[in-house]
C-alpha cells in the first residue's frame, strides 16, 4: 500500500509528543478514507467487483472481459485491498435481489467515486426510488434543480459507480 510507505518515510515532528500523536492520527485518518476493500464474485450477469469503505458500498461494477485490476487503477485517490470476507456480505444481498427475495439493498453508499458534485446529487435523487418505480431524466433533472440539465442528467447515470443499489436503469429518456 502507497500511503504507508508514504507514512514510514515521513519524518516524525521533533520533541512534542502530543503533536506527532494529532499527525498521526491525522494520516491514518486520511489512510482509512482512501481504502476500499473490494471482492469479484459471480452473478447472473456475469462476473462483479463489490467495493465499500469506511462510509458504504462504494463501487458495484460488472466486469465483463474487463479484470478488476484494471478498474481499479483507473480510480485515483484511492487504496484498494481485496477482501472477499469483507465484501461477501454485500454479495449476498445481492444475490437474494437478483432471486426476488429482497426489493431493496439497504447499503449505506459512499458517492465519492462519483465524478462530480452533480452527478452526486442526481445520484442522491435517483437512489430515492421506490423498487419498481420508473422516472425520466427530465425528471430527475428538475428534481435537483437543473430543468434544463436532461442530458447531463443522462450521462451522470451513465457512469453510476453502484448501478442496481441507484436504480438507473429504472430512469428513461421520457
Known amino acids: 500500500m502507497e500511503m504507508v510507505g508514504e507514512l514510514r518515510q515521513a519524518p516524525s515532528p521533533a520533541g512534542d509528543v502530543t503533536l506527532a500523536r494529532a499527525e498521526l492520527e491525522s494520516r491514518l485518518?486520511?489512510?482509512?478514507?482512501?481504502?476500499?476493500?473490494?471482492?469479484?464474485?459471480?452473478?447472473?450477469?456475469?462476473?462483479?467487483?463489490?467495493?465499500?469503505?469506511?462510509?458504504?458500498?462504494?463501487?458495484?461494477?460488472?466486469?465483463?472481459?474487463?479484470?478488476?485490476?484494471?478498474?481499479?487503477?483507473?480510480l485515483s485517490?484511492?487504496?484498494?485491498?481485496?477482501?472477499?470476507?469483507?465484501?461477501e456480505p454485500l454479495h449476498r444481498d445481492l444475490m437474494e435481489y437478483f432471486e426476488g427475495r429482497r426489493t431493496r439493498l439497504d447499503w449505506s453508499l459512499d458517492l465519492r467515486l462519483a465524478r462530480s458534485d452533480f452527478q452526486r446529487r442526481v445520484l442522491q435523487v435517483t437512489a430515492g426510488l421506490p423498487y419498481g418505480?420508473?422516472?425520466?431524466?427530465?425528471?430527475?433533472?428538475?428534481?435537483?434543480?437543473?430543468?434544463t440539465a436532461t442530458r447531463a442528467v443522462a450521462q451522470a447515470l451513465r457512469?453510476?459507480?453502484?448501478?442496481?443499489?441507484?436504480?438507473?436503469?429504472?430512469?428513461?429518456g421520457s
Do not use: K
Open 29 to 74: 485518518a486520511d489512510l482509512r478514507r482512501r481504502l476500499i476493500v473490494f471482492g469479484v464474485f459471480s452473478s447472473p450477469l456475469g462476473p462483479i467487483l463489490l467495493a465499500r469503505s469506511e462510509l458504504g458500498v462504494s463501487m458495484v461494477t460488472y466486469l465483463g472481459r474487463a479484470s478488476a485490476a484494471s478498474r481499479l487503477a483507473a
Open 77 to 87: 485517490g484511492v487504496e484498494a485491498v481485496e477482501d472477499e470476507r469483507e465484501t
Open 133 to 147: 418505480a420508473v422516472a425520466s431524466y427530465g425528471g430527475i433533472a428538475r428534481q435537483i434543480g437543473a430543468p
Open 159 to 172: 457512469w453510476n459507480p453502484v448501478p442496481i443499489a441507484i436504480p438507473c436503469h429504472r430512469v428513461i
